[in-house]
């Protein structure tokens, strides 16, 4: 398996545009978690999905945040607009049944100037 | 909901010398504590984890306990090597919970 896919695997943008992320899970896995990371504040989760629904998304900081899973092989991250304080490290993490290991992708790098 | 909380944030040592990283959570029903190193540029991997049933469990030059009783586990890496080098994160699984709570991470840096 090729693991958990993201892309794009950097992502320069200006301010007020919008930004899509994109995540391929292993195939088989229904949960499905996007993180953000900084230096700050560590790694935070900002949503996740159980068999493609939104479970929890308490995480989202913000209404320009919005995170789909249309089929179990794709999820979305969109931030729209977005802001320079978005400029983190998103990761997107994929795990087979609760409580289970988690696989994380390589990460989507963004930089809002 | 659970809250892990780990110390060191910066941790240096020689090459050949032992490493200790230290979580704590709150949360006394949680009952699986994983450990991932994320090397620069990469995601967080699993190296090792424990489940609440057992108090220590070694995979070579790994090693992890857990005391229920106090609510903390710790990391040990014996015979460090400059590969060691990473950012190490603590978890716990809250009870009922379905994903996990990460630590704040400890930057390892190896002297040669």
């Known amino acids: 398996d090729a693991g958990v896919i993201q892309s794009p695997r950097h992502e320069v943008t200006e301010m007020g545009q919008e930004v899509t992320l994109r995540c391929k899970p292993i195939s088989g896995h229904d949960y499905l978690f996007w993180y953000r990371q900084t230096m700050m504040r560590g790694l935070e989760l900002l949503i996740y999905f159980n068999n493609n629904v939104p479970i929890d998304d308490s995480g989202m900081p913000e209404d320009r945040f919005s995170a789909k899973m249309p089929n179990a092989s794709f999820s979305t991250l969109k931030i729209q607009p977005s802001e320079p304080r978005d400029s983190a490290v998103y990761f997107c993490a994929t795990q087979r049944g609760q409580g289970t290991e988690q696989y994380f992708g390589p990460g989507t790098r963004l930089t809002v100037t | 909901g659970e809250n892990v909380e780990q110390h060191p944030s910066t941790l240096s040592v020689q090459e050949g010398d032992s490493a200790v990283i230290k979580c704590t959570y709150s949360?006394?029903?949680?009952?699986?504590f994983p450990w991932y190193k994320q090397e620069l540029g990469k995601g967080p991997q699993l190296i090792i984890d424990?489940?609440?049933?057992?108090g220590e469990k070694k995979d070579q030059r790994i090693a992890v306990t857990l005391n229920k009783t106090a609510k903390h586990f710790s990391l040990h890496i014996t015979e460090t090597q400059p590969e060691d080098s990473a950012v190490y994160f603590c978890a716990a699984l809250g009870g009922g919970a379905d994903g996990l709570t990460f630590g704040k991470g400890t930057h390892l840096i190896i002297q040669p």
């Open positions: 949360d006394s029903a949680s009952n699986y």
């Open positions: 424990i489940r609440s049933n057992v």
